[in-house]
């Protein structure tokens, strides 16, 4: 069964079982009017994904004021990938921006990311990621990967690209990156499962 953490809370409560007070926001100005509506000098702002990893989906935060809490949730949303827009139209804030950028080029900067194409695929079939990346096997996220990155990932990652140029451990952050593209485009046979 797969539910959000706010549909189990739901049920526990139904039955008596106490709960922390919670509302579901939908927008960044929900969660403000929620957090101003809830009160007390802190809460939570949490991202609602049915796969684990909710880090992926932008974490969980604490916020110390109604401003605050919809700071973070317009950054949470702002960290959704992939976006349902083109990144030339997408407007997210800086944060926002750099956020989603840190986690695609730590997950896809892992030196043995192409090797993980199994347990990706399974990842990706739970969020449901597959049939939107036209996946149909753990061999074409090697296959494809090149397209992928290049398509898909590097318009949302360039400011982020900038950053990481200052140091020399940035620097390698960025071969990760491009080495893995190498690999999928040349090694194919080294790289993970084979059609």
Request: hydrophobic letters at 40%; proline letters at 5%.
């Amino acid at each position: 069964m797969k539910i959000h953490e706010y549909q189990a809370k739901a049920i526990l409560k139904r039955h008596g079982v106490p709960v922390p007070r919670g509302e579901v926001a939908s927008t960044a100005a929900d969660a403000r009017e929620i957090a101003h509506r809830l009160g007390g000098s802190v809460v939570v702002v949490k991202a609602q994904i049915h796969a684990g990893g909710r880090g992926k989906g932008g974490g969980v935060k604490l916020a110390r004021s109604a401003d605050d809490a919809e700071r973070i949730a317009r950054a949470v949303e702002g960290s959704r990938f992939p976006s349902s827009m083109p990144a030339e139209v997408e407007r997210i804030d800086e944060e926002a921006a750099l956020l989603r950028a840190a986690d695609l080029i730590g997950q896809l900067g892992d030196p043995h990311y192409i090797r993980k194409a199994n347990a990706l695929y399974h990842e990706f079939e739970e969020a449901g990621l597959n049939r939107q990346l036209g996946y149909d096997s753990p061999a074409d996220i090697v296959h494809k990967y090149p397209q992928f990155y290049w398509n898909s990932v590097a318009p949302y990652i360039q400011s982020a690209i900038r950053y990481l140029n200052v140091t020399a451990n940035g620097r390698q952050w960025i071969a990760n990156l491009h080495s893995n593209v190498f690999r999928a485009e040349r090694e194919v046979n080294l790289s993970g499962p084979e059609r």
